[in-house]
C-alpha cells in the first residue's frame, strides 16, 4: 500500500471510530437524532475506507473489487441495522424512563356520574371527571388512571335498590381527549371497573366516595396522585348525556359542582 493511500486510510478509520464512538455516547442520553447523524457520518466513512483500498491500491482487480464491495456491504448492512435499532429504541422509550423526570401534575378534584350503559334500566357504570393542572412547561399525553387499595361506600340520598354489584381488577382507564397543554389545567373523563344494577325509585343517585390511592400514567411514567375535593351529580346520565359532557353543548357545568373534602386513605 502506497504512503498516501495509507494517510487517507489511516485517517478516515480514525475518523469512522472517533464519530461511531461519539454516536455511542450521545445514544445513551437518548439524543436520538445526534446519534442517527453520527453513525451515518460512521457509515461514509466506513465506505470511504472501501473506495480508497478499490481504487488507489495496486492490488490485482478482482481483488479490489471484492474489498470495496464488501466494505460497502458491511456499511450499508450496518446502517440498516442501527437505525432500525434506533427506531426501536426510541418507540420503546427505553431511555426516557432513566433520564426524563416524572410529569409534575397536579390532581386537584374529580367529579363521579352514574352513566346507564347496560342493557337493563337497572345497568349503571361510574362515570369520572377528572381536574388535572400540568404545572411543567412542556405537554403531555395522558394515558390511563387508576387507583389501588380502593375502598368504596355507597351513601343514600333517596331510597334505592342494590341489584348486583361487580367490579373489575384495576387497572389504568383510557383517558378521552387525553392531551394536557403545558402550564395548563383541564378536565379528562374515563369510566371506572365499576358496574352496579341498582333501582333508584325516581330519586337521586346515592353518592359514591371513593378512598384510594390515585396513580396516572404518562407512556411508561407512573405518578401517585392525591384529589382533595370530590363531588357525585345527583342526575343519572344517559349514554349520549356522558358523551357530550365537556363539550359545549352540555348543559353540566363542572365548576358550579358542589365539591367537597375527599376523605385521606390509610398510609
Same mark, same amino acid.
Not at 475506507?49 to 479490489?64: A, E, F, K
Not at 403545558?182 to 366516595?209: C, Q, R, W
Given at each position: 500500500?502506497?504512503?498516501? $493511500?495509507?494517510?487517507?486510510?489511516?485517517?478516515? +478509520?480514525?475518523?469512522?471510530?472517533? $464519530?461511531?464512538?461519539?454516536?455511542?455516547?450521545?445514544?445513551?442520553?437518548? %439524543?436520538?437524532?445526534?446519534?442517527?447523524?453520527?453513525?451515518?457520518?460512521?457509515?461514509?466513512?466506513?465506505?470511504?475506507?472501501?473506495?480508497?483500498?478499490?481504487?488507489?491500491?495496486?492490488? /490485482?482487480?478482482?481483488?479490489?473489487?471484492? &474489498?470495496?464491495?464488501?466494505?460497502?456491504?458491511?456499511?450499508?448492512?450496518?446502517?440498516?441495522?442501527?437505525?432500525?435499532?434506533?427506531?426501536?429504541?426510541?418507540?420503546?422509550?427505553? =431511555?426516557?424512563? #432513566?433520564? =426524563?423526570?416524572?410529569?409534575?401534575?397536579?390532581? @386537584?378534584?374529580?367529579?363521579?356520574?352514574?352513566?346507564?350503559?347496560?342493557?337493563? @334500566? !337497572?345497568?349503571?357504570?361510574?362515570?369520572?371527571?377528572?381536574?388535572?393542572?400540568?404545572?411543567?412547561?412542556?405537554?403531555?399525553?395522558?394515558?390511563?388512571?387508576?387507583?389501588?387499595?380502593?375502598?368504596?361506600?355507597?351513601?343514600?340520598?333517596? /331510597?334505592?335498590?342494590?341489584?348486583?354489584?361487580? @367490579? !373489575?381488577?384495576?387497572?389504568?382507564?383510557?383517558?378521552?381527549?387525553?392531551?394536557?397543554?403545558?402550564?395548563?389545567?383541564? !378536565?379528562?373523563?374515563?369510566?371506572?371497573?365499576? &358496574?352496579?344494577?341498582?333501582?333508584?325509585?325516581?330519586?337521586?343517585? /346515592?353518592?359514591?366516595?371513593? &378512598?384510594? #390511592?390515585?396513580?396516572?400514567?404518562?407512556?411508561?411514567?407512573?405518578?401517585?396522585?392525591?384529589?382533595? +375535593?370530590?363531588?357525585?351529580? =345527583?342526575? /343519572?346520565?344517559?349514554?349520549? =348525556?356522558?358523551? %357530550?359532557? +365537556?363539550?359545549?353543548?352540555? @348543559?353540566?357545568?363542572?365548576?358550579?359542582?358542589?365539591?367537597?373534602?375527599?376523605?385521606?386513605?390509610?398510609?
Amino acid at each position: 500500500m502506497a504512503e498516501p $493511500v495509507g494517510a487517507i486510510f489511516t485517517v478516515l +478509520l480514525f475518523i469512522a471510530a472517533f $464519530v461511531g464512538s461519539g454516536a455511542y455516547a450521545v445514544l445513551s442520553m437518548a %439524543d436520538f437524532r445526534a446519534a442517527r447523524r453520527g453513525f451515518w457520518a460512521t457509515t461514509i466513512s466506513f465506505a470511504d475506507i472501501g473506495l480508497v483500498l478499490g481504487t488507489m491500491t495496486t492490488w /490485482p482487480l478482482s481483488v479490489r473489487v471484492a &474489498v470495496c464491495a464488501a466494505f460497502m456491504a458491511v456499511a450499508g448492512g450496518g446502517l440498516i441495522w442501527i437505525l432500525d435499532y434506533l427506531k426501536v429504541r426510541e418507540t420503546l422509550g427505553i =431511555e426516557s424512563t #432513566q433520564t =426524563e423526570t416524572a410529569p409534575n401534575i397536579a390532581f @386537584q378534584k374529580f367529579a363521579l356520574f352514574w352513566v346507564k350503559t347496560g342493557p337493563t @334500566q !337497572y345497568d349503571y357504570q361510574l362515570g369520572i371527571v377528572t381536574k388535572l393542572f400540568n404545572l411543567d412547561n412542556k405537554p403531555y399525553l395522558l394515558n390511563g388512571m387508576g387507583y389501588t387499595n380502593g375502598n368504596w361506600q355507597l351513601v343514600p340520598r333517596a /331510597p334505592f335498590h342494590l341489584r348486583t354489584f361487580a @367490579q !373489575y381488577p384495576n387497572h389504568a382507564e383510557i383517558i378521552e381527549d387525553n392531551y394536557i397543554k403545558a402550564g395548563n389545567e383541564g !378536565y379528562f373523563k374515563s369510566i371506572l371497573p365499576l &358496574v352496579l344494577g341498582m333501582d333508584l325509585h325516581g330519586g337521586p343517585t /346515592p353518592e359514591a366516595v371513593i &378512598v384510594a #390511592q390515585w396513580f396516572l400514567t404518562f407512556g411508561k411514567n407512573a405518578i401517585h396522585v392525591t384529589p382533595e +375535593l370530590y363531588s357525585v351529580y =345527583e342526575a /343519572p346520565l344517559s349514554p349520549d =348525556e356522558w358523551s %357530550d359532557l +365537556l363539550k359545549p353543548k352540555s @348543559q353540566i357545568n363542572m365548576e358550579n359542582l358542589r365539591y367537597k373534602p375527599l376523605p385521606k386513605p390509610a398510609p
